[in-house]
């Protein structure tokens, strides 16, 4: 199950449909070569630090786009508080896969639809927008979001924690101890402690059971990946490298 | 005597050390410094005894210390020093690191150190191993930042976890707290296992990224922290387990007229991991009525909408349940809930609870049924038609849960749409792979003739051109009662011949016919009934029988040492006729009339070319599960011995693991069970490791031809048994045992030629005494606080008896009249067995006393009670014991009842075995013979103790102590 989006991919496809080709291939190449030193993302704006090698000092890129109003977010929050799927997956610090194309259907796309979207500006001369420090961040941010997609969200003027306390019934509760380890008893170095007296079992939900050599049934060394999630950082993808070693572990 | 024990390094390594029976006299010890440990073995002797094991330095351990010198572990057998304060001191042992077999510790030692025990620590560790290899093979484990491999505990595992963190020892925690020791250790031994198994696969993996490559067994590589990042927030709270799960619930929805529609409902609830009692359904969470769980979560609906994300990322259909608000249920039809049932092991793994309708305990399991056709089992000896080359009429049908199938319900299986069918009034889930091969194996031919030979065959695992496992023999005749295991209750009963010169009672009897009939198809018989039962009798009523027809080449008998006397007696007692030769000790030229040849597994092995170049009309294995190691010398040697008929006696047939029942049954008809990896496969993993059912029930079907088994609790036996057995249990001396008889008797006799008439009495008195003790065991007589193990006959066998007792959950009384030798006893019995071992001796006060019988009477866990013969005698209740063992003899059958009646009381419903030890060819064996041939004189002879000895001659006194050559063991 590794068939996640690419979260950036209409962003990416907006910003390469301007035209630019040697310019956005450049930014590409700087934005692997680490050239985007730091990259924030917060309501309304990403704030970006790019400094090439011959560079002496760093030029702040920044790419703006609106924020929603509390409203418009009540909108999208409204929708989404319907089908408990995507509280569910927020709370396992996942983005719902549909959710980019929810909110494009309300009128109130996550990611900028056009060039118009956005406002882009670099502390560097270049009288050329975007600037080469822009079309890294533009790279960068890209990258970011496949790896991160709460970005998106964020860019929007939502943080993953208000967009789930906005999706779930609220409920307080005090936190637990927890118990602190006992000495060692000299006398019983050696032996195994007593066994604890046995607890009841929920045996009224009815029996649990081993289910072995089943017709069909699903058992993979992998399987751990797809209860985890695809993890795709700078590109690489992680999940797709690990998995022929998991595979490599069964009998 | 080594004992090994194990602990946790500071690295999170597992280390082992070992403990050494060689305690030398304390020394100086002074300051805190660590010092070695002046009784552990040198670290290459025990590395060199573990393949794969590599010294690992000295490590210095906080151990319990009295005075100068660390306290022997319990598993040592050593009585704790009397004086001193227990205190902690550090100690520089030699550790070894383990090789990668860790996990089989304990039967690696079991080659290399047969005599070494495994201490609990060690134990432990091993224990861990084996739980970090299964993890490993499932997946179970997730990358650092840094590269290493860490076990992932969800589910069933962290309840296996928190199991093996209740029986951690403290020794096994080196510098650690409890936890982290196992959770360091636990890791430390995953990361170990990925590598391996990836190191086995061959090419380079995942070249290109450094974390990655560093993970398959690269060079060390760090993750860029914006990986590191990344990675903790992609594994959140997957390295530790939830405090809370979600529970997914199977259920049928019974509505009588609609039985394939939607029909099936999976709802969810919230299970506390500390607290399994308590179950909350889906409803009550999303209502907050439920408070309970506030103990464990601050927000159970986050718990079980996380959990519902979670599992929907396992098993897809679970996402049609999250298009509603507040999801509880998932309604099902047939096909839907055979597609949860695929995927239930995979979220039972991920750590959500998987309940299943309680009908689901037992699955029906498709297989074959043979279906046989012969004579009857009546005239067998005569009957030329019985032998294994006998041809029978067979047919194979198809059985579902070792029921038949008929031909409409097979068609009604055939035509099921989905694996889950309703089926004779359950549900049953059909493999149609299976379905679809017996289906075509039976309409390639589903009859005819084969011998019965083939028959026994046809029930091996993986037999080729059998496609699925035989799970039921149905028919008539004697073929189809052998297969079924009905035979020992079909066969007409064969008598006892004349030169039999006892008598059976009615189970012994169905034993012998069973055995005979047996024989006579040449199949071997592993005669496998309880302790006491008297399987030797049985087995020499064969003899009888068998040899009552004419004379045959002889019969060898191979039993422990501990034993060999008791062959000997009952051969001279039942079967009189027969020429007995004991194949023992230095000189060993066999006796070419000889009928029954009897030795040791030492003296076997030993002798193995000799005996393999001899005929035998039948091997005879006593106590078989000295060959429970199939890989051992004496295992090994045995099986080239050629006999034409084997058996095997075990009153244990599985002390430990299934494949030690593979070893004694596959010496008994070689090959009959198929290879033991196979058997590895198909019976024991599933059975012992998943508890599977349906595997141990085709394990039965495999064995029951030639395994049979009854205890003393079957109705048919029970009725057959007086309540309290008596049964002489005869050993024999050790070398050292036997110089110091000799040596006591010389100066004893030497003495009474120098003695006035007025002193003779205190001599001999003391004389009589002094070899009692030798008999008992040298460090009783010595009083050197020397080690026990290894040293006594009598103490081997009294370890046998207490074994087998202990093994069937039987608690024990042992009486000694020597209070002395109880406490010798105490903490080597204890070490030996890791059960609660009591003691009761004159000395215990009152209110102790109580508290020692009350504990006895009450424990769960079947024990040993050591009662000094006095201390016992005295209006003590020990009705919970079921055997009574006495260790030495006080010639006094009213004083020995009485001690017996501690056990076995007028109302007791239990039964009661009494075991009396005796040393053959000793003073101990003709005083008994004495106290029997007189026994209407007894009260007055011996009323009072064995005074009456110092009035007999000197000639008789010589003759009685006498040391007759066969009283030595070895």
Redesign the interface.
Known sequence: MTDEPRWSEPFVAMIESLGMGPRLARGRRDARAGHVRSLTINSSLVVAQVRGPEETVAHRARIAVRAYGAAEWARIEDHLAAEARYAADLLVGRMPADIARVCAALGLPLLPESIGDIAMDCTCDDPVRPCPHLAATCYALAASLDTDPFGMVAWRGRSREELLARLRPAAPAAPSSTPSPAAVDLASFWDAPPPAAPGADAGALGVQVAIVGLPGVVRRPDALLDELGPLVVDGADITGLLRPLYRRLGP | MRVV?GFVAASGAPLLWAETGVVPPPGGRRGRAAVPHPFAAPAAELAAALPGAAPAGPVALD??TVGAAPLP???LGRAAPRRGT???AAWTVPAVAPGPGLADLADDLAVAWPEARL???AA?LAALAAFAADL????????TAAARWRA?LTGADATRHAELL??????A?GAY???DAQRAALDHLADAA?RA??AA?GDV??AG?PW?AA??GGPAASA?P??AD??D????D?LEPARVRL?L???RIEDEEDTDGAGWVLDF?L?PLA???V?VPAWAVWR?TEATL?????????DL??G???A???Y?DL?DA??????SELLLDTEGA?RF??????L???GH??????W??R?LELGLALETRSGAPGAVLRDEYVGRKAAVDFRWRLALGGDPLTEDELVTLARAKT?LVRFRGRWV??????LAAGLRFLATGAGGRMTAADALRVLRPDEPGVPLPVTAATGTGWVADLLNGRLADTLSLVGPPPSFAGTLRPYQRRGLSWLAFLDSLGVGACLADDMGLGKTAQVLALEAHCRAAGPRPPTLVVCPLSVLGTWQREAARFTPGLRVQVLHGADRALDPAADLVVTTYATAALDATLLAATTWDRIVLDEAQHIKNSAAGVARALRTVPARHRVALTGTPVENRLAELWSILDFVNPGLLGPLSVFRARYAV?IER???E?AAARLRTLTRPFLLRRTKNDPGIAADLPAKRTRTQFCTLTAEQATLYQAVVNDMLQRLKETSSIARRGLVLSAITKLKQVCNHPAHLLGDGSPLAGRSGKLDRLEEILDAALAAGEPALCFTQYAAFGALLQPHLAARFGAPVRYLHGGVPRGARDALVAGFQADERPGVFLLSLKAGGTGIDLTAARHVVHIDRWWNPATEAQAADRAYRIGQTRDVQVHTLMCLGTVEERIDRLVRDKEHLAERVVGNGEGWLTTLTTAALRDLVRLSPEAVGD
């Open positions: 024990h151990l319990p572990s319990p598993q227990l205190r902690a201490g609990v620590s432990w490993v093979a499932r997946g179970r484990v997730l990358p992932v209740r029986a951690q020892p403290a020794a925690r707290t409890a936890a990925v198994r990836l696969g993996l995942a990224h990655v993970l398959a860029a914006r990986l990344a990675l927030r992609w594994q959140g997957a529970c619930r199977l259920s609830h299970q607290d399994p009692s179950v907050d506030r103990h464990w979560t601050h927000r159970p609906s986050d909408l996380g519902l994300a979670r929907a990322r396992l897809p996402a999250l298009t509603v608000r507040r999801p055979y049932l695929t995927h239930a092991p995979e039972a793994q991920a609870g998987v309940f299943l309708p309680a689901w305990r699955p694996p889930l059909l493999d149609p792979d299976r599933p998943h508890a599977d349906a």
